[in-house]
């Protein structure tokens, strides 16, 4: 059972369901794709939707390598994992390639909430389009299916003007899921960590960031506040009704409700930018919630579910878990019309998010398009369109809008850029005269990643970003004039 102590409400330890799933990443990442035990591929229909989807490898934190048959007779079937002498590393880089060797093994691959392609499946329960490559190092240790996807940023991040800083700082994640099959359906589990609570309360400097706390007395702003130890530790248990619809349900503390598009860090237009938006708490922000029930329905290429969760951002304390409720509620469906594209809209309500506005509570709702596409030799491009409105009760109705983009180049070369528009109403909350008024402003980073070696199992790169910031005449004593930033980092990360 998960042990929730008295002292500032929080659990203290994750329940053994999740130590499952640690235990499994500790002999996966220790054997660092060691192989399982090869079996011969099914041969491939080339006719298929999900050959089709299985074009460009995997995506980065999909659901576990699993076949393409009926879920009723799989509790019969032990799965089979390549060799990874049988296959070349998991990279987005080398997906045209990867679409030939890897057709075979690709029909194996299924989803955690139904009989679709894995590649379909984002953060939580969101999709992503089918044709999203992914990385990762996969393991058959029994019946479970194992995959490890990582990356670790080490970063020099310099925000311009009289309230932007300088700061060296780390940020990252390590994923691992399980899936095997479970009585008439499909088990899943999931935990991710992140190293982000090492680089102290207050994150890291980013202007125009609004949103948690680093103290429980005052606002974080012009500061991206760091994500908690534990991202996600969650479990999902799916049953298909037929060959294309299934049930579904998702539980995790923390965990990710049925609001928003998929979060940043799991966007393939997003992902290689080391830099949170500022749109990110009026879209993703939720995705880590102390406290998540869904449901939900798969029919054909469109998903309908509900989420229960606690509307409270995570605390200060980032090294806990906190004790989870369900006083909010939100809504999602989301469509894949073709491979390339995934569409969604969601609604949720959030009782007293803000941790230092206990009385407020908010409306959100989103909307999302991704597209992506491979182009060219073996290059890949993705993009998000997103907008997001929050409705503060009582309060005022702030929109945020972003696109981003990224075009992932077969030379071992990553470009992305980042566009946002937000109307903030926290950024001068404590300057007299300029409280309680909300600002419409703009921000565009451009960057860029080049990986220069790579092994079977790792790739190390080096990148960089420049962002300008667009305000208001009102903002600029405070901010300054001519505001430019840029951020210089080095990459690891798994494949």
Known sequence: MLSLTPRRGRARAPNAIFAHVVMLSAFSTAAFGEPAVQHEPAPMNHSAPMAAGMDHA??????????????????????????????????HMDHGRMGHDMAGHGMHMTGALGPYAMTR????????????PHEGLQQQLADWSVMTHGSVNLIYDRQPGPRGAGQTFASGMLMVMGQRPLGDGTLGLRAMLSPEPFMGPNG????????????????LVDRQHPHDLFMELAATYSVNLSANSSVFVYGGLPGEP????????????GMDNPEAPISHHWLDSTHITFGVVTAGLVVNDWKVEASAFRGREPDQYRYDIERPSLDSFAGRVSWNPTREW????????LTSPEQLAPTMDEDRITA?????????????????LAWGRKMLRPGDTLDAYLIESSA?????????????????????????GLEGRTFTVNKVSVGGIYDFLRTERVKFGIGGLVSRYVLPDDLKAEYGRDLTGYMVFGRLKLL
């Open 368 to 384: 999302s398009a991704i597209y992506t596409t491979p182009f060219g030799d073996g290059h890949l491009w993705s993009t998000t």
């Open 408 to 432: 992932i180049l077969k030379n071992n070369v990553t470009l992305f850029m980042r566009a946002e528009r937000a109307a903030e109403n926290e950024l001068t909350h404590d300057i007299p």
């Open 121 to 132: 499946e984002g953060s939580g329960t969101s999709w992503v389009p089918d044709a999203t």
């Open 342 to 349: 995934a569409l969604q809209v969601s609604y949720g309500h």
């Open 58 to 91: 995997m995506h980065d934190h999909s659901s576990m390598a699993m076949p393409a048959t009926h879920r009723k007779s799989r509790k019969h079937t032990k799965r089979a994992a390549a060799s990874p002498s049988a296959a070349p590393p998991m990279d």
């Open 204 to 219: 890291y400097p980013l202007l125009l960031a609004t949103g948690e706390t680093a103290n429980g007395t005052s606002h």
């Open 258 to 269: 049925a609001l928003g598009p998929p979060a940043f860090m799991h966007r393939t237009s």
